[in-house]
């Protein structure tokens, strides 16, 4: 083993951060150089065709509105309707403002001169125009004749300029068109050759500073690897990259030669060592087993009282804290709890089964994040008639877990009641999965179905058989099709309904 004697030469501060900001930063140079090189030229282009297309537009909303104004003009001077009269006064008014917004260029350009020629006919037309409409509301035949046809044949002249500038301006777009698309290929081309260019330079780059970073650092992990397999014998290992890693390789050297040194020492004191270690892991699991001993014995003397009262002491600190769902959540779980382990031997009203039902559904809302929609739907007036304890409560467990569980959202429970007779007719209802007609049938058969439905298991069936149990023994009924009904089919929920009768009944 060669150990290193000195201490080892402190290289400059951050070298790799700085490799690593540096490559970046050549490669941002590059990739946004390409960006707006490409921006730019793109906006230059659309620019030009912008203008064509703003130009195209322009002559062919002039003729448009040079036809509806000659059109609306003939018309009135044909039935002096007042109507064409106001729509002439509209459409010329819209020719008045296209051509105050004409703003033709003085130069030798044939379309320049086009430009002024069909803005100074258009100015011309809508005065003779205007002369026209004067004449006619002033009844003078002769003269909105006259005025008429000057229009008409200032109307033709401008007609026949604007489809002379329009093929004029088609021949110049199509040479415009030609040279963008020469232009866009030339684009093209560069773009292909810059990424091109730029992946190749990253290429190198990025062969070029993970090589020189983890070269070194795979040297150093097989040396560490070595001496994890016990073998101490490794070689120093040399880096010449002045940077971290020279380093942390220095670092290593020494750490593997003072490594190598503890080992020897501590292969001396291997078997005494051996002896104390077995007989503080005895100590340990003694100690273990009596914590354990303990921690059950002080769980077993934790009793529903000592429960209440601490739920009472959370409920009151969150009251006192201002935390108001926190100490409705408290209320609500205090009086599941209570009820729950009440005695059950007692029977139970249904307002308090209703009730009961209402503080799980909103555990279950708090718990889930309010997936569950719960609806009471109570008579007024119906008996509250006796029923043995905890009856609804797994009938609405039993609807949550294997009908609305799977279901992301829009679950509905509902729990309603009426009065039928001598008895109270109470239907707990879900939109659920449902249950198939076997699943049904092996309830009240006392059996779970042969082949259940996924999410059926032999809890769904022995939760519902111990509620018509229980309900058959507290009336004194025989048949379970006297108490309860099952309506359910796939995909279209359940309906499981209870007659409760008022007087005849059988107490546990």
Do not use: W
Not at 132 to 141: H, L, N, P, T, W
Not at 177 to 188: D, W
Not at 395 to 404: A, C, K, P, W
Not at 465 to 492: C, H, P, Q, W
Request: with cysteine.
């Amino acid at each position: 083993m060669i150990h290193l004697k000195g201490k080892p030469k402190r290289p400059p501060k951050n070298r790799i951060r700085k490799k690593l900001l540096l490559f970046f930063f050549i490669t941002f140079i590059i990739v946004n150089a390409i960006s707006l090189v490409t921006y730019y030229t793109t906006r230059v282009l659309s620019g030009e065709l912008n203008d064509i297309f703003n130009n195209d537009t322009l002559l062919t909303n002039l003729g448009n509105t040079l036809d509806s104004v000659e059109a609306d003009l003939k018309a009135y001077l044909t039935t002096s309707s007042s109507t064409d009269l106001y729509n002439y006064l509209n459409t010329s008014n819209d020719l008045r403002s296209m051509v105050l917004e004409l703003k033709p260029r003085l130069s030798d350009d044939e379309s320049d001169l086009l430009f002024v020629d069909i803005k100074n006919l258009a100015t011309t037309y809508l005065t003779t125009t205007d002369f026209a409409v004067q004449e006619k509301r002033g009844r003078d035949i002769a003269g909105y004749t006259q005025q008429f046809n000057e229009a008409t044949q200032i109307y033709d002249y401008a007609n026949e300029y604007i489809n002379k500038l329009k093929i004029y301006e088609f021949k110049e777009n199509n040479n415009y068109y030609t040279q963008i698309s020469g232009r866009l290929a030339s684009l093209q081309v560069f773009n292909i050759a810059v990424i091109i260019f730029a992946t190749i330079i990253d290429f190198f780059l990025i062969i070029l500073f993970s090589y020189s970073i983890t070269e070194p650092i795979i040297r150093l992990s097989q040396a560490a690897s070595e001496i994890a397999q016990g073998n101490y014998d490794v070689p120093p290992v040399n880096v010449s990259a002045d940077d971290e890693v020279q380093t942390l390789a220095v670092s290593f050297n020494r750490m593997a030669g003072s490594i190598k040194r503890q080992v020897i020492e501590l292969q001396e004191k291997t078997k005494i060592e051996t002896c104390l270690r077995e007989q503080e892991v005895q100590n340990l699991q003694m100690k273990s087993m009596l914590n354990e001993a303990e921690l059950r014995s002080l769980q077993a003397q934790i009793d529903p009282h000592f429960m209440f009262n601490t739920l009472n002491a959370a409920l009151q600190l969150a009251m006192f804290e201002g935390a108001d769902r926190t100490q409705l959540f408290l209320e609500n779980f205090s009086e599941l709890l209570r009820y729950n382990l009440g005695n059950m031997s007692l029977p139970a009203t249904l307002t308090d089964e209703i009730s009961n039902v209402e503080n799980y559904v909103y555990l279950l809302n708090e718990r889930y994040g309010n997936k569950i929609r719960f609806a009471r739907e109570v008579e007024e007036g119906i008996p509250d008639v006796a029923m043995p304890r905890m009856t609804l409560q797994p009938i609405v467990e039993n609807s949550f877990i294997h009908g609305i569980n799977t279901m992301e959202s829009g679950g509905l429970i509902r729990v309603s009641a009426v009065s039928q007779g001598n008895a109270v007719r109470v239907e707990i209802t879900d939109n659920g999965c449902g249950m198939s007609p076997e699943t049904v049938e092996g309830i009240f058969s006392g059996c779970p179905a042969a082949s259940p439905d996924p999410g059926d298991g032999t809890s769904h069936s022995i939760g519902l058989k111990n509620v018509i149990s229980r309900l058959m023994l507290f009336y004194g009924l025989d048949s379970a099709g006297d108490v309860v009904e099952i309506r359910s089919g796939k995909n279209t929920g359940t309906t499981v309904t209870l007659k409760l009768p008022v007087e005849k009944r059988k107490r546990l």
